[in-house]
C-alpha cells in the first residue's frame, strides 16, 4: 500500500502560510497591498518553496486566492532571497518579474507564460549575471512589445496598440547561462544571432522551431551535452551538424531535476509528433550509425515518432533468439550494437522498434507493454501534452483490458499530467477516463488516503474547466469508485457544487445527469445536519424538484426521478429548513402528480412517503399537512402493499406525527379523524413484526417523542412497533442506538400510563427485554 505518512513540517508551514499570509507573514497596507513584516528574513530555501507552491496552488486549487501584489514580498533581498523559482501561465505578468528584478536568481523556469512581454525580456537582463539555467517555454509573447501606431485619430481608435517583434534582443552578458530552454519560440526571432554570446551553453531546447541552417550550434561543440530539437523539421544537414557535437550526453530540459544532473548527464533528442505535419525525413541505418560512431558519451536518445526503414532491425529469426537483453552486442536495432554500453534512456514512442526484444536501454519509451507508456508519460509531460494524450490513451486501455502492474506510479503520473494540463481537452478526457479505471475496487486496498485525496482533487479541477460532456462523464464516474460521503467530505462544499452546476444545465447528457443524481444522492445520505443545511441553501431541493417537474413533464419515471425523490428524502432528515423549502417550492403537488402519474411504482411511492415523513416531523410544518386532500392520500396509502410495509409504514408515520398535534389541530371536516386512526390500527396490525426494512435511521428522537403522551394512543403504539421492528430484526445496530438516546425510560414510564394501549404497553416490555439480552450477550466477561 502507498504511504500515507503526512507532509512534511516545510510543506505543511508553507501551505498554510500561503492560505493566512495577513496572519502569519504579511500585513495589509493601505487594505489592499500585502507587505512583509519588518522583522522577518527568510533565506532561499524557504521563499523558493513559498513561490513555487504559490504558483501550484493557483493553477490547482479553486479555493485559493491569489495576491495582486504576492511577488512584491520578494523584491528587496535583505530580507526575501530567491534562487531557483518556476512560474506558469497566466499566473505571471511583467509586473510580477519586474518586482523580483533584484532577485540573485540561478533557475528562472517560465512555462506557457502567455501574458508576458518584452518588457519582461528587459527584467531578465537583470538577473544576467547570476543566472545559470533559463527556460522560456511556450512564453508566445515575450518577443512582442506594444507600440502606438502614429497617424489619424480614427485608425487609434480602431487599432489602438499593435503589437511588434523584438529583434534586437540577445543573451549578451548572461555569462554564467549554461541551461536554456526556447521550445515553441514565436517565428521571426533570430536564434542564431539571439545565442551567439552565450560563450558555454551545456544544454539547449528548441522544441518546435523551424531551422533549415543549424550550423551555428558547432560553436559550442566543446561544451553542449544536452540537445532537444523535438518537432523541429530535420534534413541531412542537420544530421551532419549533430554529429559534430560530439560531447552530447544527457540532460532532460523536460522537468525539472537538479542543475547538477541536468549538466553531468548526456542527451541528445530529436523526436516528433508523428500527427503534427507532413515530415520527409526517415531514420535509416546511416543516421543511426552516424550518431553511435560520433556521439560516443550519449547515454540517452529519444527518436519517437519517426519512421524507421526496415534496414534498421537484425533479421526476424535472429531478433527471437534468447532470453530478453539490453546488452549492446544482442541489440535488435543493428546501429545499436555499436554502443559501449546500453543507454539510460531511449525514446521509441510510436515507432516500430519499441516492439523489439533486444533494446539496449535501462528506460524506453514506447507503446509495445504498461512499463514503456509509463516511461512516456515520465518523459513527456512537461512540455509535450499531444504526446501525453495518446500515452495515457494506451494506458486506459491496459487497465481497462489487463491489470495494472504499476498501479501507484501510474496514478501519480496521471494526476501529475492532469495537474500539469488543466485547460487541455485531450488529457483531461484521457486522463479522466484513466482514473476511473486505476481507482476501482480491484485496486483500492493499494491506494493510501493522501493519494486518493489526490485523484479527487484533480477530478474536481477536471469539472469545474471543462462543461464538456465526456469530461464530466468520467469525472463523475471516477467519483463514484470513492466511499460516499466520507472520502469526499474534504471537498463536501465544491463537490456538491460542482454536481448541482451540472444538473442545472439547460441541456443535459442522460447518463452524466443518471450520475450526477446519484452522487448527490449519496453526497447527503449519512452526513451531520451541518451539511445538509448547507447545501440546502446551496439550492440542492429546488435542483431536485426541477429534474421531477422535467420528468413529470415527460412522462418519465426513471433512475433519475428515483434518486431526485430519495435525495430530497436525505436532505430534510431532521432538517426544518429543507423540509420547508420543499413545501415553499411546490414539492407536495409534485408529490400528487408523481403518485397520480405512477400509481405502480413502488420504490417511487417509498422515497416519496419517507420524505414526507420527514416533513411531518416538524411542528411548525405540520398545519400545511392538514388539507382534505393529502390526508385522504395518506390514509389510502396505509392500504398499500408497495415494497413490503414501507410505503404503509411511512403513510402510517406521517399520520402519526399528525395525530399527536391533539383533536383540536385536525381542520378539516373529511375524512374524520376517528376514521383515519380506525384505519392507522388495522394498518399496524397487518405487518410482520420480523419484516427487514429498507431504512436507515440515525437517530430516533423522532419516534421517541410519540412515547410520552396520551393524546394519541394510535401515535405510541406507531413509535413503539417500529422501535420493537428494528431491535428485534437489527439488534445490532439499533439497540445501542436506543439504550443510548435514553429509549428505555421513555418505555417503561410509558408501561406505566394509563392511556397507553395493553398491546402497546406489552410490545414495549419485548423491546426493553430484547436490549436488555442484547446487553448481557455483549458484557465483557473476560476480567
Partial sequence: MASDSPESLMTLCTDYCLRNLEGTLCYLLDNETLRLHPDIFLPSEICDKLVNEYVELVKTDSIFEPHESFFTLFSDPRSTRLARIHLREHIVQDQDLEAIRKQDLIELYLTNCEKLTAKSLQTLVSFSHTLISLSLFGCCNIFYEEENPGGCEDDCLVNPTRQ??????????????????????????????????????????????????????????????????????????????????????????????????????KHLDISRDHLSSYYKFKLTRRVLNLFVENLVNLTSLDISGHTMLENCTIPSMEEKMGQTSIEPAKSSIAPFRGLKRPL???????????????IPAYKVSGDKNEEQVL???????????????????????????????????????????????????????????????????????????????????????????????????????TLCNFSIPEELEFQYRRVNELLLNILNQSRQDESIQRIAVHLCNALVCQVDNDHKEAVGKMGFVMTMLKLIQKKLADKTCDQVMEFSWSALWNITDETPDNCEMFLNYSGMKLFLECLKEFPEKQELHRNMLGLLGNVAEVKELRPQLMTSQFISVFSNLLESKADGIEVSY??????????????????????????????MWAAIQSWDINSRRNINYRSFEPILRLLPQGISPVSQHWATWALYNLVSVYPDKYCPLLIKEGGIPLLKDMIKMASARQETKEMARKVIEHCSNFKEENMDTSR
Fill in 164 to 265: 511588434v517583434l523584438v529583434k534586437d534582443f540577445t543573451f549578451e552578458g548572461f555569462s554564467r547561462l549554461r541551461i536554456l530552454n526556447l521550445g515553441r519560440l514565436i517565428e521571426g526571432v533570430n536564434v542564431e544571432t539571439l545565442l551567439r554570446p552565450l560563450a558555454s551553453l551545456a544544454a539547449l531546447d528548441l522544441s518546435g522551431i523551424q531551422l533549415n541552417d543549424v550550423g551555428f550550434l558547432t560553436q559550442w561543440k566543446d561544451s553542449l551535452v544536452s540537445l532537444v530539437l523535438y518537432n523541429m523539421d530535420l534534413s541531412e544537414e542537420h544530421i551532419q551538424v549533430i554529429a559534430q557535437l560530439r560531447k552530447l550526453r544527457s540532460a532532460d530540459l523536460l522537468s525539472h531535476h537538479s542543475l547538477s544532473s541536468k549538466i553531468s548527464s
Fill in 375 to 477: 516511461n512516456a508519460i515520465e518523459a513527456y509531460t512537461e512540455h509535450r501534452p499531444e504526446i501525453t494524450s495518446r500515452a495515457i490513451n494506451l494506458l486506459f486501455d491496459i487497465a481497462r483490458i489487463e491489470r495494472c502492474s504499476q498501479l501507484l506510479r501510474a496514478l501519480q503520473l496521471v494526476i501529475t499530467a492532469l495537474k500539469c494540463h488543466k485547460d487541455d481537452k485531450n488529457i483531461q478526457v484521457t486522463g479522466s477516463a484513466a482514473l476511473f479505471y486505476l481507482t476501482n475496487s480491484e485496486y483500492r486496498m493499494e491506494q493510501s488516503v493522501k493519494l486518493r485525496r489526490q485523484v479527487i482533487q484533480v477530478v474536481l479541477n477536471g469539472m469545474e474547466s471543462y462543461q464538456e460532456v465526456t469530461v464530466q462523464r468520467n469525472c463523475c464516474l
Fill in 650 to 679: 411511512n403513510a402510517c408515520g406521517v399520520l402519526s406525527h399528525i395525530m399527536f398535534d391533539g383533536p383540536e389541530a385536525w381542520g378539516i371536516c373529511e375524512p374524520h379523524r376517528e376514521e383515519v386512526v380506525k384505519r
Fill in 344 to 358: 539510460q534512456f531511449l525514446g521509441l514512442f510510436e515507432t516500430s522498434l519499441c516492439r523489439l526484444t533486444h
